[in-house]
């Protein structure tokens, strides 16, 4: 396609001074047409997003690039340091969404929760580690997404922050802090009336949200989706038309840990010994001790799958809990069903990369708007130790079609 265009300039250029500032306006129209033009034109840029969990701030690395008993606020903000080289670099040549290309802008960071660690003595309180993560995932990032604005950040909680506002089984030292659930509530739902730790109830405000991103609609929930989560997901989907992709991002796998669901014993408290930590509503119905296996959860999973019939246009979920670079198919109990499921890394408690920091990995996910395929691909910060300043690489990549 050519693009035409004609200036006409007054009499009055014929004189030297004029003539040379209307040859300079000129010569700025003829760059200035042909790269707002290409702007304009084409197919839209991929939607970029960054994708880690599990900071566990209050926490430290064995080892970190030369160092021992590294804080996990080093840990992570050495990670964002590297995030915020990602504009700079290529996509791979992948036959991904974006390949080959310039990556150019991030327009999301998602965080999907053990933002703060449990706070079992000796690990400080969860409202040390939140400013910490603050000062790290919104001082010091300094990403823009494609419209130029700073790249938003999402957060969801892991079961640490919850286990921090509700309690745990298990001596900590303050007995109890909401400070992340506090922080992410008010930074995520932004209630007209901010919450505050003294009267933060974990039971009527859960962190629950959604954004419509690229024609796809992303879910945010907290740790699972139980039947008492279910509710809020129904309400949410009823708003969004059947043909709309749905991806969901929470904390906990597929299959759950048996130890968060509630106790099943009246009066249902969080009791020493009995392990079950109360963090999802629904109360634990394969018996009065929980395990973590995954069959160990089958009849609570069968109401998830029985959800997943209900809502088709449910295409992946995303998550942490159990950490390291994952893409997989989760079946079901029953193997009736096929939700494509991707697991992220954590910078300090990856099942690999805690004992190998070369492998210690975040996502980047990119979306084209336009034919909904949607591509995450493994970013491995920390190949060589000794030289932060060496360049992210990407590992293994997977492309799925949402439609």
Not at 71 to 95: C, Q, R, S, W, Y
Not at 96 to 110: E, F, H, N, R, S
Not at 114 to 121: L, T, V, Y
């Amino acid at each position: 396609m050519k693009l035409y265009y004609s200036v006409k300039l007054p009499r009055s250029t014929t004189s030297g001074k004029n003539l040379a500032s209307w040859l300079i306006l000129l010569t700025s129209f003829c760059f200035m047409v042909p790269q707002a033009f290409a702007i304009h034109s084409g197919s839209p840029q991929p939607i970029n997003i960054l994708f880690t969990s599990d900071a566990h701030y209050g926490i430290f690395r064995k080892s970190f690039r030369g160092d021992t008993n590294v804080a996990g606020h080093i840990v992570n903000a050495a990670m964002i340091g590297e995030m915020n080289t990602m504009p700079k670099l290529m996509f791979p040549a992948d036959g991904g969404v974006g390949a080959g290309t310039q990556i150019q802008a991030i327009d999301y960071l998602i965080q999907t929760g053990d933002i703060a660690n449990r706070m079992e003595i000796p690990y400080q309180s969860a409202a040390a580690s939140w400013a910490q993560f603050r000062t790290d995932y919104f001082n010091n990032v300094k990403l823009k997404g494609h419209n130029g604005k700073p790249t938003q950040v999402l957060l969801i909680p892991g079961n640490h922050d919850i286990s921090n506002a509700v309690g745990y089984y298990k001596p900590m030292k303050p007995l109890t802090d909401p400070s992340t659930m506090v922080g992410i509530y008010n930074l995520m739902l932004k209630p007209a009336v901010p919450l505050i730790n003294e009267t933060y109830d974990y039971n009527t405000e859960k962190i629950n949200y959604s954004r419509n991103i690229g024609g796809v609609h992303f879910m945010f929930i907290t740790l699972w989706p139980d039947s008492a989560e279910r509710i809020w997901m129904k309400k949410d989907l009823d708003t969004v038309p059947q043909k709309t992709p749905v991806i969901l991002f929470t904390h906990d796998q597929p299959t759950c840990e048996s130890v968060h669901f509630t106790n099943p014993v009246a009066p249902y408290q969080i009791v020493p010994g009995k392990q079950f930590e109360n963090l999802v509503a629904e109360h634990y119905k394969e018996g009065n001790t929980p395990y973590k296996t995954p069959t160990s959860t089958d009849i609570e999973q069968r109401g998830w799958v029985a959800f997943l019939k209900q809502h088709p246009n449910i295409k992946a979920y995303f998550h942490g809990n159990s950490n390291f670079n994952e893409y997989y198919t989760y079946d079901g109990p029953d193997h009736d069903v096929a939700l494509k499921v991707f697991r992220v890394d954590s910078p300090m408690k990856g099942k690999f990369s805690a004992k190998d920091e070369t492998l210690l990995s975040y996502q980047l996910i990119s979306l084209d708007p336009a034919t909904k395929v949607l591509t995450v691909r493994e970013c491995l910060w920390d190949t060589k130790p000794q030289d932060p300043s060496a360049k992210v690489i990407f590992g293994k990549t997977a492309t799925v079609n949402l439609r």
